[in-house]
């Protein structure tokens, strides 16, 4: 069974940084794909930024473009989001997200594609 953990969640001020941490377990195929939704209060859930193990590529919503950065470890089987420049508008709770599936930037981010989720942390941008 996959298992998703979050970490490195907070409170910054704008402007600011922050990076969350997945640690993931439990995959038993090589070739997955794993990434970041998040849900703002009295908004619907959307993705973040997500990659696949298939060939690396990153996907990013357009609002988050240039300002965070998905990496994966390999070896620790774990992905990170780095999280600039941050706004009021990127507070919410940060799930990660995985699936035995290929993505492509037409469809990465339909959260139904994603079978695994991890509990969410909270990230709040406020003055």
């Known amino acids: 069974q996959v298992q998703l953990v979050e970490s490195g969640g907070g409170l910054v001020q704008p402007g600011g940084s922050l990076r969350l941490s997945c640690a993931a377990s439990?995959?038993?195929?090589?070739?997955?794909?794993i990434g970041w939704f998040r849900q703002a209060p009295g908004k619907e859930r959307e993705g973040v930024a997500c990659?696949?193990?298939?060939?690396?590529?990153?996907y990013y919503a357009d609002s988050v473009k240039g300002r965070l950065t998905i990496s994966r470890d390999n070896h620790k089987i774990s992905v990170a989001l780095q999280m600039n420049s941050l706004k009021p508008e990127d507070t919410a709770i940060y799930y990660c997200?995985?699936?035995?599936?290929?993505?492509?930037?037409?469809?990465?981010?339909?959260?139904?594609?994603?079978?695994?989720w991890g509990q969410g942390i909270q990230g709040t941008v406020s003055s």
């Open positions: 997200v995985a699936a035995y599936i290929d993505i492509n930037d037409t469809q990465w981010n339909r959260e139904l594609l994603y079978a695994y």
């Open positions: 439990g995959f038993t195929a090589d070739y997955y794909a």
């Open positions: 990659t696949n193990t298939f060939d690396g590529r990153t």
